[in-house]
């Protein structure tokens, strides 16, 4: 294809990725940078309903305009979002780390930091929910594509419910299951004989709901993509192996695996970008009391009495390193095979 | 004000809004937009002023849990989206701040002939917003618990933990109390109420230096973490809806609860035997000693947008002047806690009418408020959970407000 066909194909998406993805990442990286201007404070007598008049601080709103109209940005800040408390916390984390306190409560030092706290629970939402959910995938996948024909359909469509149903709604759901009063939460507080356990109340059980909760809804994903290889697994291989007098177990390990491995990466690469973006099941099941996320900071900042841009900024920007860290190994793994084929 | 978000669409907010009359409110021409948040006292207003509309007034409302997410954009640009922004104590502050409404003197003066001195919210000396009605958490008690229990009412947080140590031990509940202490704005509120009950100052005078690492603050958290030793063990998922069910379940002895949700609450829907009858609505309880109520007083009003012809602002102005009209109250006198001309207390008013009776303190509208009250509701999660002690939380709220408000440029 002539480098000019190619461009006209490729222009319109590429309009709309710059338009979309790239302005957007370009204007929070910069808003990011800066703080609000430094706030002209008044004191005004301020008279209400209750509590009659009092003399209170209010905003200059001329005189903080006149900042605004001279640094429209804001003043400008470098990295410093990046480094305070609610962020990366370098001096708060020093000083812990030089602290001559054990291990232990210097982790539960560490873990009290916003960021951190948040930081941790989306590394091990990553790392417990991709290879639980791609195996889940995979054995529902090797499952449905041994079923006779007539049962197939109707199997494939509930295997994807948890992937139709809009991931808020269906944490919910799972979420009033398991309250004391919904069947599973009654049900497990009848096995274990004890009234008072409750899945919300717990940090290591809100926890585990909310990782079994990824699994489920990640499950299908995978099972989609493995069963559309499953489809293109040569059928001559698979009967010579049959012949060799292999099992289904070994069919599986030996010939089914291999060949589905490329695919395999690709779904690891798409769950651990989804899976660091968690943010649904933490509101769904109000777990914001033992299990934050870093997307769930940025809501934080942004929704609330105080809109804090500059620091969901800052928050964003630290999602999408985290990111190109988790993918960088798969990356660099793709660019070798990519120029070892090349050459 | 966000505990109030969920209640159910009321049937008559709905057939006023579908099937508004028409009235002659005198505007000749103009547009009206109301910005609101949903629940059902602003729905009813909402309908009401769409009820000037004429051929040459068009008023629309958006009645929105998210309304303030949206305010600031919304009358930044110019002309502004909505004309008219329905605001509480915290959410007037973003408008002030960015300078997004108008004085309203002149309109009051023409056109607010029915419109009580005590309505008008003044910014120095100057008219910003027209409240019409007042809210806030109060106490909600059953009498039949306390009477088989053999207890007076409780009138402080010492007197309500004892309370629930009584209906506990007599085995007539084994979770006695409720109170909305969901990590979240919820929690942020009941720190505030309790604070302002101890009678500590958020701030240092003319500064938005914090100053709640004190007895007040410690004391605050004290009752709030005692009581959860009487609380359904899931209380850090309890919103205010969710202890309104529970509360309607008969599971609930004494709780807080918002005066806004008492109507739902009183009518005959939705709750077990015995509960209505014998609910009581009292002033929220006294701490640490203190004489006045720990809860905050909150009111609810009208504000105009600055960036809009001054045709729409007096269209807008007359309109809402009809919304809240003593019309109005007279056809809805259960919907809410009033501040109109002629309103007279009805029994799901008795709450919040006994907490400013009491002396309550306003919810504080200081331009950094806002920023607190988010610290809080992340930073006491733990706390509450039981994993950190008095010190440390408020410590972390102190350093989470310092660097949040050094972002904003309210702090050096």
């Known amino acids: 294809m002539p480098h000019k066909t190619f461009f006209a194909f490729i222009l319109p998406s590429l309009i709309a990725m710059v338009l979309f993805i790239a302005l957007p990442i370009v204007s929070v990286v910069l808003q990011s940078l800066y703080v609000s201007h430094e706030q002209v404070m008044v004191e005004v007598e301020n008279c209400q309903p209750f509590g009659g008049c009092t003399s209170e601080l209010r905003v200059d709103s001329e005189a903080t305009a006149a900042l605004r109209d001279a640094q429209p940005l804001g003043r400008f800040n470098g990295l410093g979002t990046y480094v305070d408390r609610a962020h990366l916390a370098s001096a708060e984390l020093g000083a812990i780390l030089s602290s001559d306190r054990g291990l232990p409560a210097k982790w539960a030092q560490i873990l009290n930091l916003p960021f951190y706290k948040a930081l941790i629970f989306t590394l091990v939402y990553c790392f417990v929910v991709t290879p639980l959910a791609m195996a889940l995938g995979f054995s529902i996948a090797l499952a449905v594509n041994a079923l006779p024909k007539v049962t197939k359909g109707p199997i494939i469509f509930f295997s994807l419910l948890p992937m139709i149903i809009t991931p808020l709604i269906g944490s919910l759901i799972l979420y009033w299951m398991l309250s004391p009063n919904g069947i599973l939460g009654a049900t497990i507080q009848h096995i274990f004989s004890d009234p008072t356990l409750s899945l919300r109340a717990s940090p290591a059980l809100t926890w585990g709901a909310l990782l079994t909760y990824g699994v489920w809804t990640n499950a299908p994903f995978s099972f989609v993509v493995f069963y559309a290889g499953l489809q293109t697994v040569p059928g001559d291989t698979l009967e010579s192996a049959m012949i060799d007098g292999a099992s289904r177990w070994e069919r599986i390990r030996f010939v089914i695996i291999p060949h589905l491995a490329p695919l395999a990466t690709f779904v690891a690469l798409v769950q651990l970008m989804d899976n660091f973006r968690v943010f649904e099941p933490i509101v769904g099941f109000s777990a914001e009391a033992n299990a934050t996320s870093l997307s769930w900071l940025i809501y934080n900042d942004l929704s609330g009495d105080a809109q804090q841009f500059g620091s969901a900024g800052a928050t964003s920007v630290l999602t999408i390193i985290g990111v190109v860290i988790l993918l960088s190994p798969v990356l660099v793994r793709t660019w070798r095979e990519f120029k070892h084929k090349a050459v | ?412």
């Open chain 2, 1 to 412: 004000m966000k505990p109030l978000i969920t209640l159910a669409i009321s049937a008559t907010a709905l057939a006023l809004g579908t099937g508004a009359a028409f009235a002659d409110c005198g505007i000749e021409a103009g547009s009206v937009r109301i910005l609101s948040n949903d629940f059902e006292a602003l729905r009813t207003i909402n309908a009401t002023a769409q009820e000037c509309a004429s051929d040459a007034v068009v008023v629309t409302a958006n009645a929105t849990a998210e309304h303030k997410e949206i305010q600031v954009p919304a009358l930044t640009i110019n002309p502004a989206e909505y004309t008219v922004a329905v605001v509480a104590n915290n959410s007037i502050v973003p408008l002030l701040n960015a300078d997004l409404i108008r004085p309203l003197d002149d309109l009051v003066a023409k056109y607010g002939q029915d419109l009580q001195p005590s309505q008008l919210v003044k910014i120095d000396g100057k008219i910003m917003a027209i409240a019409f009605m007042g809210n806030g958490q109060h106490m909600f008690y059953r009498k039949d618990i306390l009477e088989e229990a053999g207890i007076e009412p409780p009138k402080s947080y010492d007197e309500v933990l004892a309370a629930a140590a009584a209906i506990k031990e007599a085995g007539l509940m084994e979770y006695p109390l409720a109170a909305s202490v969901k990590p979240g704005w919820d929690l942020a509120a009941e720190f505030v109420n309790n604070y302002l009950g101890t009678g500590g100052e958020f701030f240092a005078p003319g500064s938005a230096e914090l100053t709640i690492d004190n007895e007040n603050g410690r004391e605050a958290l004290r009752v709030m973490r005692e009581m959860t030793a009487y609380m359904d063990p899931d209380y850090l998922t309890y919103d205010a809806t969710e202890i309104q069910k529970e509360y309607e379940a008969g599971n609930v002895a004494i709780m807080n609860e918002w005066g806004s949700l008492a109507g739902a609450i009183l009518d005959d829907e939705g709750a077990v035997d015995g509960v209505v009858e014998n609910t009581v609505l009292t002033a929220a309880p006294t701490i640490g000693g203190g004489s006045t109520p720990a809860a905050a007083l909150w009111w609810d009003g009208f504000t105009i947008a600055k960036n809009i012809s001054d045709e729409d602002a007096e269209a807008s102005f007359r309109a809402m002047v009809h919304g809240v009209s003593p019309d109005m109250m007279m056809a809805n006198k259960d919907v809410a806690t009033w501040l109109i001309a002629g309103y007279e207390p009805g029994p799901a008013a008795v709450g919040v009418i006994a907490n400013a009776n009491g002396g309550a303190r306003p919810y504080p509208m200081q331009p950094y408020m806002g920023l607190l009250h988010t610290a809080l509701s992340t930073e006491l999660a733990e706390f509450m959970a039981g994993s950190e002690d008095a010190d440390q939380a408020l410590a972390d709220v102190k350093a989470a407000y310092d660097t949040a408000a050094r972002g904003a440029g309210f702090l050096q």
